[in-house]
């Protein structure tokens, strides 16, 4: 969208002037450090942003998934990383549209001033992986309480956030009719289960984005920390998965044009053979390609987003928005790469960084393969393959 047609120009301009504050140096001595952008996040925070899914009466700002989408986008397309923040926001509707009266008077104001963070989801099993109907954590209902024992693996930002939404078994697979019945999701308090029943081993990796491993053994919930009805999680787990792959799509936008932008200046400025590198055909073209399919996946990103605000059903369009987003970023990131020749392997350039860090979206939070999936048999109605 150019700026004079685009309604979100205002909310672009006062996240960038925030981003601003926090230059390509900062982001990048954080990943050198493995540490977490607590100042950047921090400012998010006192500035509003990510409180935007909260509604007003609960000290929020009301908007939609939209325009948080655009508060994604703009973090990645100034340089930084939304990985270290984005849980907030995909979490955000699981409670909003399922959690009770009573739930969202007592956590949204508190989210809404910064006071707690609500970072984490916690569905994907060592043992089960994409199988999600299959996880084998199980709570059970004792007295006031439920009993969590299991394992998840994966688990991002647990050790900076207060809450996390836990995906578990209340009725065991062999007692249901369909395999998704008999989940339910749970409000977990991170600071009171770890080390009451909750273990956190980190899980060093790639990118700078802190992943861990839960181990459960007889945690305690209070029945009051059930969101909705029980039995009835994976219908509403979806909600935060589908607000979770439409704002990642809008990352991967954010780094598309990060992508594109840094390598149209680079091969302007570079000469090799008396000319610019960027007046060979053979150097635009893969940048162009890769800039018209960001383009392409930034309106399935907005029809899926539009999809969302309305409360109708978004999940073929945010699988194919996060499908196509995450394959143009990653497009435009080996272009990027390719023609900073050696200086894109150089740490001070940013591109490595973002390169690896677009390279997640092909994986998580839920692989390529799995979407062309999900299409061919809920689009399509090809025949079940799984
Ligand atoms: C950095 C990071 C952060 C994460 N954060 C979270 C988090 O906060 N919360 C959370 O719950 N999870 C999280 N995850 C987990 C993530 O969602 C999973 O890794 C992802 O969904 C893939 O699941 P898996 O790793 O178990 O892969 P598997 O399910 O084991 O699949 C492995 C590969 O096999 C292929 N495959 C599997 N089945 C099929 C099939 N039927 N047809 C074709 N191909 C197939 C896929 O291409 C896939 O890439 C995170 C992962 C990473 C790496």
Redesign the pocket.
């Known amino acids: 969208m150019t700026a004079t047609t685009d309604p979100y120009q205002d909310l672009r301009d006062g996240v960038r002037a925030l981003c601003a504050e926090f230059p390509p140096e900062y982001h990048r001595r954080i990943d050198a450090e493995r540490g977490y952008p607590d100042a950047f996040v921090e400012a998010l925070t006192r500035a509003g942003w990510m409180a935007a899914l909260i509604p007003q009466d609960y000290g929020g700002s009301g908007l939609g998934l939209t325009e948080a989408s655009v508060i994604m986008e703009e973090i990645n397309r100034a340089g930084g990383n939304s990985?270290a923040c984005h849980?907030q926001m995909y979490n955000m509707n699981t409670l909003v549209r399922h959690g009770s009266e009573e739930q969202r008077r007592r956590i949204l104001p508190k989210l809404a001033s910064g006071e707690l963070r609500l970072q984490?989801?916690?569905?994907?099993?060592?043992t089960?992986?994409?199988?999600t109907t299959k996880i084998k954590t199980t709570a059970v209902k004792k007295g006031d309480r439920y009993v969590i024992n299991g394992q998840?693996?994966?688990?991002?930002?647990v050790r900076h956030s207060d809450l996390m939404i836990l995906?578990a078994r209340t009725t065991p697979l062999a007692e249901v009719t369909k395999k998704s019945e008999g989940l339910s999701i749970f409000l977990v308090d991170i600071r009171e289960a770890m080390g009451s029943g909750m273990e956190v081993r980190p899980i060093p990796?790639?990118?700078n984005?802190e992943?861990n491993e839960l181990f459960f053994d007889d945690l305690e919930i209070p029945e009051e920390n059930l969101i909705g009805e029980e039995g009835q999680g994976f219908r509403y787990i979806l909600t935060g998965l589908n607000a979770e792959r439409a704002l990642i799509a809008a990352e991967c936008i954010g780094d598309g044009y990060w992508f594109t932008d840094k390598v149209t200046a680079y091969v302007k400025e570079r000469e090799v053979f008396g000319r610019p590198i960027g007046q060979n055909q053979g150097v635009q073209f893969p940048i162009a390609e890769a800039f018209i399919e960001i383009e392409a996946a930034n309106l399935m990103r907005y029809k899926a987003c539009a999809l969302f605000d309305a409360g109708q059903p978004c999940g073929a369009e945010a699988n194919m928005a996060k499908y196509l987003a995450a394959k143009a970023s990653w497009e435009a990131a080996n272009a990027c790469i390719q023609f900073h020749g050696g200086f894109g392997f150089a740490c001070e350039y940013d591109v490595e960084r973002k390169f690896r860090e677009t390279r997640?979206y092909?994986?998580?939070?839920?692989?390529?393969?799995?979407i062309?999936?999900y299409v061919a048999e809920h689009v399509l109605g090809l025949p079940r393959?799984?």
């Open positions: 990985g849980g984490s989801m916690g569905v994907t099993e060592p089960t992986g994409t199988d998840k693996v994966w688990i991002s930002r995906l990796n790639m990118v984005h992943t997640l092909q994986v998580a939070p839920i692989s390529t393969n799995l062309l999936s393959s799984f």
